[in-house]
């Protein structure tokens, strides 16, 4: 009862999936969008962003033609929807409903993993943009069905095909339609390179959405490009769109292997194992060419791998500051003893790598994002007390990060981002007296400033079009601007030697990010580093004589110190500017812009047929549903006929996202098959769900909803029941999942639930229901094991005689408006629903450990295993309507087995497999298996 049917439900999660990636509901309600369009594109953008909106406009326009023509198929109108709600750059792409891309307005400033590059606008729609070609791409039956169903989400062939395709495909685009991209990016050819001298090299298998391990996420794009630039390079770069466009006609999915061997002779299994051994010889030689030269001597302080960086000196030179990231925690801040002892976490934070120590070494600033108002999330500076891990806020809103401290102890810089750039501000410790430093033209992006011993001069890193980062000195004062140094290799994360008289930064001048030391009198340049791996993040000790910096092997990030001399170094090579010419960019669009319009986006884009023939009464139907390019309107809809009932049935849902509550509407008509005749039921739901905290660590809803709901008996026993009622809930959860997470490992989640049902509601029941439900996470014997307890009740208020308010038995299958044997709870071991009344109580507690992570597919089947995991259990409960007694609780306990997968490339999915045995009355013996954990 109260439960959608299936495929109503995948439709609506189809529609929405693009939601969540973009943060679609998180647009927050004071933008008004506008759009502005070419005879190929719609840009949708918000106050402030009008003339990147205009440039967006043609360069979209330029860069899918061109995509067209290179692939040999035409998509059709594109959205583009360009906000400035997140401090984090990124971009997504959909082909559902519609061709559409989300891309955030901020930039990156060089230093991550985009690397440099030459205009950010151009680098993210190329590379959206090819997924849009790629994914859109229908030949053959698949094209012919297009023509009938319209854009159903089968009927996209090349969305099916492994992570690294998809992902890797768009930065071989990228790469080649940028002067930069990461495949030419030295410090993605550094992943690969430590993967294959360290026996680690990521197999076709393993580069897909899944895989939890570093490096994780970025595999797909780093591997998935440099194996298609081999394939291209071996074959011919048409090879490319011959493989997405022969795939494209597969009206069967995940025959990747065939397509290969059409297309290129041999399967994507011998392909890459090619390319493997290949590659791995490469980077041999290339080692041996580096270590030729002498490698680096340093010392490891952590060894665990994934991101440990930023790490800082304190002023006595005793400890190391540095961030935190691995596989089984929340990432925090790190306290470490210069000679590796003593490390300890001082506190967490929910992003950023920036710190900075006050001079007298009591606090540390740093900076770490949040959501702010509700809906957007900004970088905002905080400082934490050393001794007690007490930490406080410094500004709000501000879009600060970066930041360090001056000598004298007053006064902080940092970097203040807006939607087109980024700029050099100063602020007091305690967060007053803020003042812009410098201002730049629209699009340059800062970075890592820092101040000079004396307090006299700032360094930091600044990128400016065409892609010159460079490292530039900043008088504090006037905020006048002077280059250290001016090229387009990358030069990043400076820092002053404590006499001033150098400046330690990253640079990928010689193919790998090594250290160089500037000397600040006359500009010679000395290599600080020579390194297999790569060097990043410095910071010379007060003493002058020892270097703390992020070093990178095939485990990921960890924190070094090595001595340092400036004056034994070498003087570095000249560097040699091999990247290409960047692109001209074509003239903003000059048409006039219109308010946002959502009416035409949110009609039907498809139909989709559909036959449910396992239950009494076989059902015909068909389904479809509509969003607009902000995902403020989201519907579905449903229409079926039941050859037992002889009936047509239907579902409609809408929700509607566009201010602080989030209202949605649902309403059904169906009829069942019952042992008498038939039941018909016609229900309309409508729901206010409003945010009341969201942070990135915590969130809280309240929602209300009105459900008037009648049930009519047709046969031998007609009769009608109608139910009215009001339903309010409150929801707070602070769980925390990592990748090596087998369960959520850290929080609670609590959940309060009020049903009133009244005659004045239109209810022929008038009775109350309370539940209240939480659930407590924490770790037990290891970091990625968990205990998870479950405690539930719920009572009936009013109407005596109504004695089946709540029933208990097997897993929880319905909602709070089920009147009749609503079933929060899990007591395995028992038959479903085995205990009704109109109380009930339910405990659980779980042991979750895991048995292996096994983050392997095989080659380029669509599965993918990323754990295998176990969990002893124990139940309890009972359902009762007289006097509650101890002895009449139902007992069970069990094992079960599970693994969490990764289907069709991207789909995250757990299935678990138990045996339970009830110890109470109408307990025995039970297996089971379902998808997801209990709870």
Do not use: C
């Not at 990016?185 to 992943?191: E, F, I, K, L, T």
């Not at 009206?251 to 493997?276: M, N």
């Not at 730049?440 to 360094?459: F, H, I, N, Y």
């Not at 485990?555 to 004056?567: I, L, N, Q």
């Amino acid at each position: 009862m109260g439960r959608r049917p299936a495929r109503l439900l995948l439709v609506s999660l189809l529609l929405v999936a693009g939601a969540a990636r973009a943060h679609a509901a998180s647009f927050p309600p004071q933008l008004r969008f506008r759009s502005v369009s070419t005879d190929r594109v719609t840009v949708h953008f918000h106050q402030g962003l009008e003339a990147m909106a205009r440039q967006a406009a043609t360069l979209a326009t330029e860069i899918l033609e061109r995509h067209e023509a290179r692939y040999g198929m035409r998509v059709g109108h594109v959205q583009v929807v360009l906000a400035d709600v997140d401090d984090d750059p990124n971009g997504f792409a959909s082909p559902l409903p519609y061709p559409l891309v989300h891309v955030r307005a901020v930039a990156p400033d060089g230093s991550d993993e985009f690397g440099n590059y030459d205009d950010w606008l151009r680098l993210v729609l190329t590379h959206e943009l090819t997924h849009i070609v790629h994914l859109n791409e229908a030949r053959g039956l698949v094209r012919a069905g297009r023509k009938v169903l319209g854009r159903a989400p089968y009927l996209f062939p090349n969305a099916s095909t492994p992570t690294w395709m998809v992902e890797g495909l768009a930065v071989y685009e990228e790469t080649q339609g940028t002067a930069f991209g990461r495949g030419r990016n030295p410090d993605v050819r550094m992943v690969m390179r430590m993967a294959a001298l360290e026996e680690d090299f990521i197999g076709e298998d393993q580069a897909v959405s899944g895989l939890d391990r570093w490096p994780a996420g970025e595999a797909a794009y780093f591997f998935g490009e440099a194996f298609l630039a081999d394939l291209a390079q071996r074959l011919g770069p048409d090879v490319l769109p011959e493989l997405a466009r022969v795939h494209s006609g597969r009206v069967i999915p995940f025959l990747d292997e065939l397509t290969a061997r059409k297309v290129t002779g041999a399967g994507f299994h011998q392909r890459w194992q090619d390319w493997s051994l290949a590659a791995r010889e490469s980077f041999a030689r290339e080692a041996r060419a580096i270590s030729a030269r002498g490698l680096t001597a340093s010392r490891a302080l952590t060894t665990r791998g994934y991101r440990q960086v930023g790490p800082r000196f304190s002023p006595d030179g005793g400890w190391i500051a540095f961030t935190d990231r691995d596989l089984t925690h929340f990432r925090s801040i790190h306290l470490i003893r210069a000679d590796g002892t003593g490390e300890r976490e001082l506190v967490k934070r929910n992003g950023g790598a920036g710190l900075a120590w006050t001079p007298d070494g009591s606090r540390i600033v740093f900076e770490e994002p949040e959501v702010y108002q509700t809906f957007a999330v900004r970088s905002d500076l905080r400082v934490v007390e050393v001794a007690t891990g007490r930490t406080r806020r410094l500004t709000r809103g501000l879009r600060a990060r970066d930041p360090d401290v001056a000598h004298d102890g007053r006064t902080m810089v940092f970097v203040r981002q807006r939607g087109d750039g980024s700029d050099l501000a100063l602020i007091g410790v305690d967060g007053s007296g803020l003042r812009d430093l410098t201002r730049s033209e629209p699009g340059t992006q800062w970075g890592s400033p820092r101040w000079s011993p004396a307090g006299d001069a700032l360094v930091a890193s600044r990128w400016r079009e065409g892609g010159w980062l460079d490292i530039v000195r900043v008088d504090p004062v006037t905020g006048a601007v002077s280059e250290l140094t001016h090229d387009r290799a990358k030069d990043v994360e400076p820092t002053w030697t404590p006499d001033g008289a150098y400046v330690v930064f990253r640079s990928d001048r010689d193919g790998v990010s090594n250290l160089y030391a500037l000397r600040v009198a006359d500009r010679a340049l000395r290599q600080v580093s020579n390194v297999l791996g790569g060097a990043f993040t410095p910071d010379v000790a007060p003493d002058g004589r020892q270097l703390t910096f992020a070093s990178y092997s095939a485990r990921g990030y960890d924190v070094h110190v090595m001595a340092f001399d400036a004056a034994t170094l070498s003087p570095a090579a000249p560097f040699e500017d091999s990247y290409p010419e960047p692109r001209p960019l074509p003239p903003p669009a000059s048409i006039a812009d219109r308010p946002y319009r959502p009416g035409g986006l949110v009609l039907p884009r498809f139909w989709t047929p559909y036959a449910d023939v396992f239950g009494k009464d076989k059902k015909l139907g068909a389904v479809t549903g509509g969003a607009d390019a902000l995902f403020r309107h989201v519907w579905a809809a449903d229409l079926h006929y039941g050859t037992g009932t002889d009936r047509l049935g239907a579902q409609v849902y809408y929700l509607y996202d566009r201010f602080r509550p989030t209202f949605s509407l649902s309403a059904e008509d169906k009829t069942d098959l019952v042992t008498d005749g038939r039941t018909r039921t016609r229900e309309v739901t409508l729901r206010a769900t409003l945010p009341v905290l969201r942070t990135l660590r915590a969130s809280s809803n309240v929602s209300l909803a009105w459900r008037r709901r009648r049930e009519t008996m047709e046969g031998l026993m007609p009769g009608r029941l109608d139910l009215g009622g009001l339903e309010t809930s409150w929801t707070l959860g602070t769980a925390k999942v990592y990748p090596y997470s087998i369960s959520p490992v850290e929080g609670y989640r609590l959940r309060l639930d009020y049903l009133k049902e009244a005659r004045g509601l239109g209810s022929d029941v008038a009775l109350d229901k309370l539940v209240a439900d939480g659930r407590l996470y924490a770790r037990a014997f290891r970091a990625d094991d968990a205990i998870a307890a479950h405690l539930a009740a719920g009572t009936t208020i009013g109407r005596p005689s109504f004695q089946h308010s709540f029933a208990l038995g097997g897993f929880a299958d319905s909602v709070l408006f089920d009147v009749v044997g609503t079933n929060h709870s899990v007591l395995r071991g028992y038959p479903d629903n085995a205990f009704t009344g109109r109380r009930f109580v339910n405990a659980n507690v779980e042991y979750r450990f895991p048995l292996a992570h096994p983050q392997h597919g095989f080659r380029v089947a669509p599965v993918f295993v990323r754990h295998v995991h176990a969990t002893v259990f124990a139940d309890v409960g009972e359902a009762w309507s007289d006097a509650f007694r101890w002895g009449d609780l139902q007992p069970a306990a069990g094992v079960a087995v599970g693994t969490d997968l990764t289907l069709s490339h991207v789909l995250p999915f757990t299935i678990v497999a138990g045996v339970a045995r009830g110890f109470g009355d109408k307990g025995r013996t039970r297996a089971y298996v379902r998808a997801g954990l209990a709870f």
